[in-house]
């Protein structure tokens, strides 16, 4: 009987991993049909290593893998897509850039705050930026 209740409970356990990974999956696929929207109508160009600082303007999430750049004085938006992701992206959050020169650039460490408390919750490191006009 103990053996049958120990089965049990390891399947229920088991049962709900793929569950919460279905929905991960599903908030994903999400996530890149509203940055395809975002970019509808737009062309990618090549990727870039880094954009002037001067060029960029807000950025919004879409979800934890990609952050959309808008450009200051242009039509251009640049998509970053942070090689290990940003887990501490979502909601509610904002970017709190980190130039060390004019340039944002492969590599450069952003930090993830709570806009309202000014509380770093993370940080990632970027990837390479790829233009869309």
């Known amino acids: ?3 049958f209740a120990a089965i049990l409970a390891v399947s229920c356990i088991h049962s709900g991993q793929p569950a919460a990974s ?3 999956q599903t908030q994903a ?3 890149e049909a509203r940055l395809a929207e975002a970019l509808s109508g737009k062309t990618a160009g ?3 290593d880094c954009v002037s600082e001067r060029d960029l303007g807000g950025h919004q999430f879409y979800g934890r893998s990609a952050i959309l ?3 200051s004085a242009s039509a251009v938006l640049y998509v970053n897509r942070p090689g290990a992701g940003c887990p501490d992206l979502g909601p509610g959050r904002a970017l709190r850039l980190r130039i060390t020169g004019a ?3 492969r590599g ?3 930090a993830v705050i709570d806009p309202v408390t000014g509380v770093e919750l993370g ?3 970027l990837g390479r930026f790829t233009p869309y006009r």
């Open 123 to 125: 940080a990632c490191s």
């Open 108 to 110: 450069d460490v952003v």
């Open 22 to 24: 279905a929905r991960q």
């Open 1 to 3: 009987m103990l053996f």
């Open 69 to 71: 750049f808008t450009a």
């Open 103 to 105: 340039r944002l650039c």
């Open 29 to 31: 696929a999400g996530d």
């Open 46 to 48: 090549p990727p870039q």
